[in-house]
């Protein structure tokens, strides 16, 4: 039986050179924005000077926060907020890859509600508005421009920490897959294979429907088939096209069926030095699908004809694509050691049930330990 909603409030504008459109179609939320942007990519390759460009354009002044290094702390929000609550922002865009708009979300919650993220964290519910954000992907596997959540770096518990509300989901989102031409083969790689295991995560997740089963293969065929091509040549633009239209796909999925272990386990690991969320990805999910592949065999089967394989060969052939993307991420390249799983486990949170493979703290154990 067919039992699920979907509502989506995101407007979003998918084309090569939509970038331009910003200005124009942000004039609706106001005339001031605020950018957030993170690392000095966007800045170098000229891409934060075009949007400001654009959004002068349109009359609109931007306020801009100091970029921040990685991936979004406690400690950055609050200094973010601080920096621009005073010049009052009608509306704030997020300008880069997930970790810039999963910030510029938890900036917009914060001001809207005249809370600190610290508060938020802990009391989700108390994000009863934001101001508009605008998201503006610079990469090809996050799916943050139009989902619900927020991943935040507690320093201080070394974890990281996810806010979840309908509220945060963007309400316009600029999709010009021209701008991840720029990104190293490495990183193109490390983010397109989260890409590819959000997908995997989504399908087998308790709380897929056919919505969100019918996109998972959707995105595991375009991934499978696009991803070395860009890694080995930077510049095609519709195998680059494929991939943020397949990042598209995975932040509805993020909505609706959300992700399993792999994620859950990474957020907690995620704030060890020289720790990413795409290589700690890399390096759990072997493990993890190993056990998800036998929950379920239609899924398996399912996953098997998008691929053109045999079902018996579909772990193999999703083990070697990691090979083939020369990812060998090893949680021990962190110092992670058999010593530490236990406590590592325990810092395990959130929407744990929803994975078909988890029965308790022995599954995490399991493959922490496997993936060292």
Same mark, same amino acid.
Request: aromatic fraction near 8%; hydrophobic fraction near 40%.
């Given at each position: 039986?067919?039992? *699920?909603?979907?509502?989506?409030?995101?407007?979003?504008?998918?084309?090569?050179?939509?970038?331009?459109?910003?200005?124009? =179609?942000?004039? +609706?939320?106001?005339?001031?924005? $605020?950018?957030?942007?993170?690392?000095?990519?966007?800045?170098? +390759?000229?891409?934060?000077?075009?949007? +400001?460009?654009?959004?002068?354009?349109?009359?609109?002044?931007?306020?801009?926060?100091?970029?921040?290094?990685? =991936?979004?702390?406690?400690?950055?929000?609050?200094?973010?907020?601080?920096?621009?609550?005073?010049?009052?922002?009608? *509306?704030?865009?997020?300008?880069?890859?997930?970790?810039?708009?999963?910030?510029? &979300?938890?900036?917009?919650?914060?001001?809207?509600?005249?809370?600190?993220?610290?508060?938020?964290?802990?009391?989700?519910? @108390?994000?009863?508005?934001?101001?508009?954000?605008?998201?503006? /992907?610079?990469?090809?596997?996050?799916?943050?421009?139009?989902?619900?959540?927020?991943?935040?770096?507690?320093?201080?518990?070394?974890?990281?920490?996810?806010?979840?509300?309908?509220?945060?989901?963007?309400?316009?989102?600029?999709?010009? /897959?021209? #701008?991840?031409?720029?990104?190293?083969?490495?990183?193109?790689?490390?983010?397109? *294979?989260?890409?590819?295991?959000?997908?995997? =995560?989504?399908?087998?997740?308790?709380?897929?429907?056919?919505?969100?089963? +019918?996109? @998972? #293969? =959707?995105?595991?065929?375009?991934?499978?088939?696009?991803?070395?091509?860009?890694?080995?040549?930077?510049?095609?633009?519709?195998?680059?096209?494929? $991939?943020?239209?397949?990042?598209?796909?995975?932040?509805?999925?993020?909505?609706?069926?959300?992700?399993?272990?792999?994620?859950?386990?990474?957020?907690?690991?995620?704030?060890?030095?020289?720790?990413?969320?795409?290589?700690?990805?890399?390096?759990?999910?072997?493990?993890?699908?190993?056990?998800?592949?036998?929950?379920?065999?239609?899924?398996? &089967?399912?996953?098997?004809?998008?691929?053109?394989? @045999?079902?018996?060969?579909?772990?193999?052939?999703?083990?070697?694509?990691?090979?083939?993307?020369?990812?060998?991420?090893?949680?021990?390249?962190?110092?992670?050691?058999?010593?530490?799983? *236990?406590?590592?486990?325990?810092?395990?949170?959130?929407?744990?049930?929803?994975?078909?493979?988890?029965?308790?703290?022995?599954?995490?154990?399991?493959?922490?330990?496997?993936?060292?």
């Amino acid at each position: 039986m067919y039992n *699920f909603q979907l509502h989506h409030p995101t407007k979003v504008i998918f084309s090569l050179g939509s970038l331009e459109k910003t200005g124009i =179609e942000s004039t +609706m939320f106001g005339k001031r924005a $605020l950018v957030v942007t993170s690392g000095n990519a966007t800045r170098n +390759m000229g891409i934060l000077a075009k949007l +400001m460009g654009v959004l002068k354009k349109s009359k609109i002044s931007v306020i801009s926060p100091d970029p921040f290094q990685g =991936e979004p702390s406690i400690t950055y929000i609050n200094s973010a907020v601080d920096q621009a609550k005073d010049q009052k922002p009608d *509306f704030v865009i997020g300008l880069g890859g997930g970790s810039a708009i999963d910030a510029a &979300k938890a900036i917009s919650a914060c001001l809207a509600n005249t809370r600190n993220i610290t508060h938020l964290l802990s009391h989700p519910d @108390s994000v009863q508005r934001t101001l508009p954000i605008v998201a503006i /992907p610079t990469t090809i596997g996050s799916g943050s421009e139009v989902s619900r959540g927020t991943v935040i770096t507690d320093t201080a518990s070394k974890i990281k920490r996810g806010l979840y509300n309908y509220f945060l989901i963007p309400r316009l989102a600029v999709i010009d /897959p021209q #701008l991840s031409v720029s990104l190293p083969p490495r990183i193109t790689a490390l983010i397109g *294979f989260d890409l590819f295991s959000t997908a995997i =995560e989504t399908l087998f997740s308790k709380k897929s429907n056919p919505f969100t089963h +019918m996109l @998972s #293969l =959707e995105i595991i065929s375009k991934v499978y088939k696009n991803l070395p091509e860009v890694v080995a040549h930077g510049s095609n633009l519709n195998a680059r096209t494929n $991939l943020a239209f397949s990042s598209l796909l995975a932040g509805y999925n993020l909505v609706y069926s959300g992700t399993c272990l792999p994620h859950r386990i990474q957020y907690a690991i995620g704030s060890l030095p020289g720790m990413t969320h795409p290589l700690g990805i890399a390096a759990l999910f072997p493990a993890w699908f190993k056990l998800a592949a036998k929950t379920d065999s239609s899924k398996l &089967k399912a996953i098997s004809i998008v691929l053109g394989v @045999s079902e018996s060969r579909v772990v193999k052939t999703l083990l070697d694509f990691r090979t083939q993307l020369n990812l060998y991420a090893r949680l021990a390249d962190f110092n992670i050691s058999t010593s530490d799983v *236990f406590q590592l486990a325990n810092k395990v949170g959130g929407d744990l049930k929803s994975d078909p493979t988890y029965k308790g703290q022995k599954i995490l154990n399991h493959i922490l330990t496997q993936s060292l």
